[in-house]
Nanobody, 122 residues
């Protein structure tokens, strides 16, 4: 499966953005999808993930209550709604997918899209 992330941009603290991860491939609906982010000088970190059905979602503690992951399998797209953004959310955001995810690390996902930059100004 091939992935393309979009929707990043520059926003003030407290603002919102919605990231999209569009996928190609007829089997996308059987893939779990995750969002990761990487700030300059830092390791890539898990942000959120959603099961293939959308029935289960997972978040890193720092974004709980502010970010929402969802998917529309009819459109082969996964979304990350980000509200109440903070300067510390500034990073390049990546979406990733895998048919058999057993963890939340980058190595647990086999397919990656290019990143989209999110910059939150204070």
């Amino acid at each position: 499966v091939q992935l393309q992330a979009s929707g990043g941009g520059l926003v003030q603290a407290g603002g919102s953005l919605r990231l999209s991860c569009a996928a190609s491939g007829r089997t996308f609906s059987s893939y779990a999808v995750g969002w990761f982010r990487q700030a300059p000088g830092k390791e890539r970190e898990f942000v959120a993930a959603i099961s293939w059905s959308g029935g289960s979602t997972y978040y890193v503690d720092s974004v709980k209550g502010r970010f929402t992951i969802s998917r529309d399998n009819a459109k082969n797209t996964v979304y990350l709604q980000m509200n109440n953004l903070k300067p510390e959310d500034t990073a390049v955001y990546y979406c990733a997918a895998d048919p058999d995810v057993t963890g939340r690390g980058p190595s647990d996902f086999g397919s990656w899209g290019q990143g989209t930059q999110v910059t939150v100004s204070s």
